[in-house]
């Protein structure tokens, strides 16, 4: 299940801005859009799963058919904690599988742009994603926006570049020891992989490397420097 090593990238690319040209919008642009989001809009949420701590839910996207994913979260944690394994490159491999490498390529106060580079398992094809990620808090809560930034450099010519990357992680210190997470999730996994087949992989690896990220945060999984192994299916993005 080598794709899901692709679809763990979505996680992993946490803390990342875009720089976003500049476009004025015609009045044939907002209508087209406004159209869009009502399509968007009158589309149902189906659930993948639900228990005590989390409830995943998802749908098929209108144009594309790729799946676009919703998570809620309830961790036994400290923001400061929850925090620190989305936003640090090597925390976020002690629950994040199949990455191979993160290399940040710019840094500014409060975003960055990263390259993800798959760890990739035989039939599928090496893979990296280039984002550009933001992040805002204050005292008891934080959101973090990831967005493709394709343009910022050429893909390599040995692997695919991940398209439209969408991810957005709002997080929220509720109680003393009590932090409630919320993520939406959409990409492209690039070349020719089926919407189909991305779909299902992408719930599986989001659900597992959610639980993947509640039994480190909670202390109730060891962390690991490193969890990708090609022995082993890999869960999560």
């Not at 036994?76 to 640090?88: G, Q």
Request: hydrophobic share 40%; no cysteine.
């Amino acid at each position: 299940m080598i794709i899901k090593a692709l679809l763990k990238l979505l996680l992993i690319s946490l803390f990342l801005t875009p720089a976003l040209g500049v476009h004025k919008a015609t009045a044939a642009d907002k209508a087209s859009e406004t159209e869009k989001t009502k399509a968007q809009v009158s589309m149902p949420w189906y659930t993948h799963s639900q228990n005590d701590w989390a409830w995943i839910q998802y749908r098929d996207h209108p144009e594309t058919g790729f799946v676009q994913i919703k998570a809620n979260l309830t961790l036994n944690a400290k923001l400061k904690r929850v925090r620190y394994l989305l936003t640090d490159k090597t925390a976020a491999l002690t629950w994040v599988e199949g990455v191979k490498r993160i290399v940040v390529l710019e840094q500014q106060q409060g975003s960055r742009v990263q390259l993800v580079v798959l760890d990739p398992i035989w039939p599928v094809e090496p893979r990296e994603m280039l984002t550009s990620n933001t992040i805002r808090e204050s005292d008891d809560e934080f959101m973090i926006e990831v967005e493709d930034h394709n343009q910022y450099l050429k893909p390599n010519p040995n692997r695919i570049r991940v398209e439209q990357v969408n991810v957005t992680w709002q997080v929220k210190q509720t109680e003393d020891n009590i932090v409630d997470v919320q993520y939406r999730g959409y990409f492209q996994p690039g070349g020719s992989l089926p919407a189909w087949l991305s779909n299902e992989i992408f719930l599986i690896l989001i659900s597992d490397s959610l639980a993947n990220l509640k039994g480190v945060v909670e202390g109730t999984q060891v962390a690991q420097s490193n969890i990708s192994d090609s022995s082993k299916t890999s869960p999560t993005p």
